[in-house]
């Protein structure tokens, strides 16, 4: 089955800088790849996700970018503010139509 | 319209008892998939159900089942509880035939078991 794997664990930036989580993926036959947002106590909110025909995608001041030949998928977050601070989750859709989930990425933005 | 939700959302329980959780999706939505989340370990899968089939089905042994109704809201059950059973489940929904992806979440239910 797929097998996703996300780095940093954890993330501090100041504010205003930018931010960048890396996933990789194991199932070349993935084709959809969103990114979670979770704040503490909340649930998973999709902020933003990717099919594989795409190789990147903007939305304000989150975009994703894909590398299909090398099984990865970057979040990234420009002009930080202190509500980004999070934990952010990726996930791949694998052949199996099963969605797999990264064990999440704690991102904290220093005001 | 109204959004996923999940009852109960706190459950105490001791080891050996058995429990049952409910989620009930967005009006429409016919997937169901039933996630566990632990600290460090992110959301791992357990099953997905659609139109009162389970269609798909995480590494979880059988202690953990669920089942979905013809309104498509869905219980998962969990018998003989262990202490490493303890976490929050979540469930998330989807439209599916309005060929989408995106699933959405329920608030969880946090299970402690003592």
């Known amino acids: 089955g797929e097998n996703v794997e996300q780095h940093p664990s954890t993330l501090s930036v100041q504010e205003g800088d930018s931010a960048v989580i890396k996933c990789t993926y194991s199932?070349?036959?993935?084709?959809?790849f969103p990114w979670y947002k979770q704040e503490l106590g909340k649930r998973p909110q999709l902020i933003i996700d990717?099919?594989?025909?795409?190789g990147e995608k903007k939305d304000q001041r989150i975009a994703v970018t894909l590398n299909k030949t090398a099984k990865h998928f970057s979040l990234h977050i420009t002009e930080t503010q202190p509500e980004d601070s999070a934990v952010y989750f990726c996930?791949?859709?694998?052949?199996?139509?099963?969605?797999?989930f990264g064990k999440g990425n704690q991102v904290v933005v220093i005001p | 319209k109204a959004g996923v939700t999940q009852t109960p959302r706190y459950l105490i329980k001791t080891r050996g008892q058995q429990v049952t959780l409910s989620c009930s999706p967005i009006?429409?939505?016919?997937?169901v998939s039933w996630y566990q989340q632990t600290p460090g370990q992110g959301l791992q899968f357990l099953f997905e159900?659609?139109?009162?089939?389970?269609?798909n089905k995480g590494n979880f042994p059988g202690r953990f089942s669920g089942r979905q109704f013809s309104n498509s809201r869905s219980e998962m059950n969990v018998s003989t509880l262990e202490l490493g059973d303890s976490a929050l489940y979540l469930c998330?929904?989807?439209?599916?035939?309005?060929?989408?992806?995106?699933?959405?979440f329920g608030p969880g239910t946090r299970l402690t078991v003592l």
């Open positions: 996930a791949a859709r694998g052949g199996n139509n099963r969605l797999a």
């Open positions: 199932d070349s036959a993935s084709n959809y």
């Open positions: 990717i099919r594989s025909n795409v």
């Open positions: 009006s429409g939505h016919r997937s």
């Open positions: 159900y659609f139109s009162e089939t389970q269609r």
């Open positions: 998330a929904t989807n439209d599916l035939q309005g060929g989408t992806d995106t699933q959405y």
